[in-house]
Every structure is written in structure tokens, then in C-alpha cells.
């Protein structure tokens, strides 16, 4: 079975102090990690995806295979960061995505 | 290009009742996905569709169905609602069926009473 854990529902931080939202999944598969993201009153958007090994908005986000992690991180946080992310696992071979529970990241002037 | 959207945005209905919902994709896409969005169990995946053909279900009773078009549009059905069916239902459309970005709408926000 496929499951994604977001172990933090809430996480704030101050502007400028780094950031790490933590993400683990379970697939026994070959695993395909995205984060997506919620702005306030805006719809789910992908953030960014383990496959292009891209940093998006200051964020980036390694893959780590012996410990079934996908931590998103930045090292500054800035105040438009705020907002509610998702990480998520596509199943192989198909549109699938098994999302975790999501964590509300606050960024405080 | 449009986004996908999502139709109606917001429905109330009562217990027993059933509803259909509407997901236009983006231009040239054809693969639609449906998820529900609960405040207990988050972002769950219902189906899938390309090529008018359902390509995986996720684990939601036979109440829920779906259907695609030839045009790509995708309907959800539920019928017999029932309270806990009160969430947002999503709808993401992609390019094609594996390895590209889905898009997501903005949901339609359905209300059982």
C-alpha cells in the first residue's frame, strides 16, 4: 500500500529563518514525490517534483531512498511562503496521487 | 489557456439524494482525475479517466461513479448521498495519462443536510 505522513499539521516560522517541512512515504514501487501547494483563495498547484531536481521559489526538495523521505526546505523564509503544502506520491503507471495530510506553514513578520 | 473549472462551485443537497458534478479540462488534455477533500481525511484519490475509460478507482463505495466524454469533459456522480459525503471534490486534468503535471480546479464544495 502507498501512504504519504506529513508528520506536522502546523509550522511557523519566522521571516528570514529556514524552513523544513518533513514528508515520508511508504510505496514499494519506484517512487515519483511532488509537493504542491495552497495559497490562500487559489487552487492546488504543483510546487515542485524529485524528477527535475529544481529549486522553485527558493524551495527544493531531495529524494532520500534509505529513508523514505522528501523533506521540502528553504533557507529563507519569506511571508508569501505562507501557505498549506501537500506532498504527494503518483503511483506507478497511472495519474494517481496519494497525498498527505498537508501542513499549514506561517510565516510571521 | 483556461484552467480546468469545475461546475457547479458550491451545491446543497439532502440526504438520499444523489448529485453530478462537472470537471471541463484544460484544453487538449485528456486525462481527468477526481479527489475529495475532507477536513478528516484529506485529499483522497476517487478515479481516474483517459480516453473515456476509467483507469484506476481509488477506495470509495459504488455510490460514487464517473464518466468522461469524447471532448475530455468528466462527470462524477454520487448517488444516495449521504453526510459524510459533504467535501470538496477536485478534479485535475493532465496532458496525458502518465508522467505529466496535473492541474487541478477549483472544486466544487458539495453540502449534505
Known amino acids: 500500500a502507498q501512504r504519504v505522513t506529513q508528520p506536522e499539521k502546523l509550522l511557523s516560522v519566522f521571516k528570514g529563518a529556514p524552513v523544513e517541512l518533513k514528508c515520508n512515504y511508504s510505496y514499494s514501487g519506484s517512487p515519483e514525490l511532488f509537493w504542491y501547494v495552497q495559497y490562500s483563495r487559489q487552487r492546488l498547484q504543483l510546487l515542485l517534483r524529485?524528477?527535475s531536481r529544481e529549486s522553485i521559489k527558493g524551495f527544493t526538495a531531495d529524494l532520500n531512498k534509505g529513508e523514505t523521505s522528501f523533506h521540502l526546505k528553504k533557507p529563507f523564509a519569506q511571508e508569501e511562503d505562507s501557505a498549506m503544502y501537500y506532498c504527494?506520491?503518483?503511483?506507478?503507471?497511472?495519474?494517481?496521487?496519494?497525498f498527505g495530510q498537508g501542513t499549514r506553514l506561517t510565516i510571521n513578520p | 489557456k483556461a484552467g480546468v473549472t469545475q461546475t457547479p462551485r458550491y451545491l446543497i443537497k439532502t440526504r438520499g439524494q444523489q448529485v453530478t458534478l462537472s470537471c471541463s479540462p484544460i484544453s487538449g488534455h485528456r486525462s481527468v482525475s477526481w479527489y475529495q477533500q475532507t477536513p478528516g481525511q484529506g485529499l483522497q484519490f476517487l478515479f481516474e479517466?483517459?480516453?473515456?475509460?476509467?483507469?484506476n478507482k481509488g477506495n470509495f463505495p459504488g455510490r460514487f461513479s464517473g464518466r468522461q466524454f469524447s471532448n475530455s469533459r468528466s462527470e462524477m456522480n454520487v448517488s444516495t448521498l449521504e453526510l459524510g459525503d459533504s467535501a470538496l471534490y477536485l478534479c485535475?486534468?493532465?496532458?496525458?495519462?502518465?508522467?505529466?503535471?496535473?492541474?487541478f480546479g477549483p472544486g466544487t464544495r458539495l453540502t449534505v443536510t
Open positions: 485535475a486534468s493532465s496532458l496525458l495519462q502518465q508522467g505529466y503535471e496535473q492541474y
Open positions: 479517466y483517459f480516453s473515456e475509460t476509467q483507469r
Open positions: 524529485h524528477i
Open positions: 504527494a506520491l503518483r503511483v506507478q503507471g497511472a495519474q494517481k496521487l496519494v
